[in-house]
């Protein structure tokens, strides 16, 4: 190895090695008078990236953007002025994987200072560490995910609905919809689940009793691969069995290929397919194309188009000067930072620097809630109430746009040992 | 071949048959084991919690090793084995108040004989043909720990209380570390010797020449089924730990992903070696654990390329080494700390 080559590795890896040690504490310096230390663990190049990635540059915008203003700020009650601490965020990739979340949290959760609060936005980290957090007084504020986040509640804040009560909006959607087209008879509703915990999860004894007792009759579960292949023999199956909903969990990647064959096989009029949060997204009109016309679905966010609400004109503006994908995922990214950083500003309001994670989860429970400027609804929990979003509205596919066809929803407490739980 | 160090000669079988030959070597395992279980009183939790992770795959490839290492029957199913055990041994605590240690066998046994189920096949098929049978059982037993609500809990999961032994709950990682370290060094223990008796003398041929054996008078049905429990044992047993350890199962813990990146550390480690696995896990989880803490800062310092660039860049890195092994090291880290030693041991001498 000549001289040339052994100063080019020899720099290399320095720069490696810094790379390790640099935090943006360090990155912006600023008049703060100290930080608060934010953990993420998130899918970032796993399977549910698509709407992981952009939740996680939604947060980071956020923080970045009040740390370069140089950091939250507050008005102390000890110091008696207004003062500003910075975010040091710092962040793992599991890849929807659980096994890498162990090393992940503890090597995350010992930064300095001790941190306060932490997103999970995989659901195998949200699923595998609420005991974690609450031994260690982490605030833990979940993504999309199913009910062992918040159930039971530890530190464990969700802000999205679960996937049980996105399935029941769905229903409540589909039953107004069989009726203003003058049926009187019982509608079917098929499942169109994935062979992943995920498709199956808003299939629950609850979920179901809901449903039901809307009036619909269920009549069974159909399945595909999360890698997607041809759904034909599924919905012929699903017409012979005389399904006029269907509802799954399904994302872009199945969602898209669903409305293709459907519209392949002519079966738009006979079979309403409806869409959970994440498979109704301006990606799935990209890739289905005209197929995805006609395709309903449930959500919770605001539009990327209302930019009368001051969160989204934000939201906007953040993803346009940090140079990512502006979409209701980057909306729910932001809603999530915003979340974070009104706690984190309360707790400082009413303790002053430094805070804990007990400061952060006091302020969790504020009854006046949490306000998004429009982002996404009002948000309130409490002791036993982790579930922050009681809100859902639908959307529809109309004309290659994304447009809302429902008022608001208020959805049902479809938790375990609930009131919806089968005697 | 093997090197004895310098001065060393056998006088007997004994000996001859001895792991560790010379009073530098008890030592030597001596201090390592002082070291090895003092840590908790030294180190912080995080590298607990990595010396543990890497513990409890340690345990769940010396299995994989014992079927495919020694006995040269590829699966890709070990994962999903490594699930059952955390099933049975979670179900028979929650439901009949079994103690840790008997729910912890029973893990072993029932993945043990689930295991003879699908290396039943094995008796017919081989090779390539035989891996995709271990991976119907990975498909199988997924879709089972998905479905049996009752048992499983389905995408709910179960929660899973800590462990009791003798009126002490392992609550801390540092308890839980302990209580890995016992059950590591007991399998290491457990499969180094076995694989010096006639069992592992059997397995051993099976891989070379099964034909050959059956003709040397193994019994070539019981010996690949025995290597089948006994994968699968070990495996229900790091599966149980892996349970009380993390306090929460669900199917996306056991995935084919899973199976995958064992049989890849068996690869890079050595196949057919103990030492071989310990190296293999050990490196391949601190490769992956630097590329996961070398990416958010690198994302950091190029915040234009964006998080998942860097996330994927230091996948890529990983797998790249992972060819680079297959490539100029077929025959793993266990190899090259062979040949390490000799060097050592002829110093200053070339040969």
Known sequence: MNKTKKCLTILAFALLIMGCFFTPGTAFAGKSIGSVSIFEINDLTGPTSDSCVPHHNGIWDVFRAINEEGGILYDDPKTGKAERVKINFRWGDNKAQAGPVPTLYERLSSANPKPVMCYMGSSAAAETIPSWTERDEIVQINGPSGQPTWYPPHWSFTITPDYPADACTAAWWAMEDWKSKGNTDVPDWAWFTLNIPFGKSPIKPESEAYIKSLGFNIVGTWTMPFVPVDVGSQFRSMINAGADYTYGNLVVLQQQKLMKDLKKLKLEDKLQVIACPYGITDDVIKVAGDAAEGLVGVHYAAFPDEMDKPGVKEAYELSKKYKHKWNTDAILGVAIGKIMVSRLKAALEKNGYPITGKDVYAEMLDPAGIDTDGLLPLIKYTEENRRGMWVTHMRAVKDGKIVRVSKDFNIPDVAPNGPWTPK | ?351
């Not at chain 2, 060393?8 to 008890?26: E, G, L, P, Q």
């Not at chain 2, 495919?68 to 059952?84: H, P």
Request: aromatic content about 18%; hydrophobic content about 50%; proline content about 3%.
């Open chain 2, 1 to 351: 071949m093997h090197w004895s160090p310098c001065g060393t000669y056998n006088v007997n079988y004994t000996k001859d048959m001895a792991i560790f030959r010379t009073k530098s070597h008890w030592i030597s395992l001596t201090l390592f084991l002082v070291v090895l279980f003092t840590l908790p009183l030294y180190c912080s939790r995080y590298y607990l919690t990595l010396l543990s992770t890497i513990g409890i795959t340690i345990i769940a490839v010396q299995g994989l090793s014992i079927l495919t290492g020694y006995t040269g029957q590829i699966s890709i199913g070990q994962a999903a084995f490594v699930g059952t055990g955390a099933y049975i041994s979670v179900f028979f605590i929650q439901h009949y108040e079994f103690p840790f240690f008997f729910s912890l066998l029973l893990a072993g046994v029932g993945s043990g004989l689930i295991g003879i189920f699908f290396g039943l096949p094995a008796l017919r098929i081989k090779g390539f043909y035989l891996a995709m049978s271990t991976l119907a059982a990975q498909l199988i037993l997924g879709w089972l720990f998905l479905h049996m609500e009752g048992f499983t809990g389905g995408t709910e999961g179960l929660h899973v209380e800590h462990a009791t032994i003798f009126g002490i709950v392992i609550d801390t990682p540092q308890r839980k570390y302990w209580l890995i370290m016992f059950f590591v060094t007991l399998t290491v223990y457990i499969v180094k010797n076995m694989m010096r008796t006639r069992v592992g003398r059997a397995l051993v041929a099976i891989r070379d020449n099964d034909l050959a054996a059956e003709v040397m008078g193994i019994d070539v049905m019981r010996y690949k089924l025995l290597a089948f429990f006994l994968s699968c044992f070990f495996a229900g047993i790091a599966g149980a730990i892996y349970a009380h350890y993390i306090g929460f199962i669900n199917p996306v813990q056991f995935t084919m992903q899973s199976s995958i990146i064992y049989l890849g550390m068996l690869i890079v480690g050595g196949m057919g070696s103990v030492l071989g696995v310990i190296f293999g896990v050990t490196f391949m989880i601190l490769f992956e654990e630097f590329a996961y803490a070398i990416s958010p800062s690198l994302t950091m310092m190029f915040p234009s390329f964006g998080a998942q660039f860097f996330s994927a860049i230091s996948l890529s890195f990983y797998a790249l080494v992972i060819i680079i092994f297959l490539i100029f090291q077929p025959r793993g880290l266990n190899h090259l700390w062979n040949i390490l030693k000799r060097r050592y041991r002829l110093y200053p001498f070339s040969h």
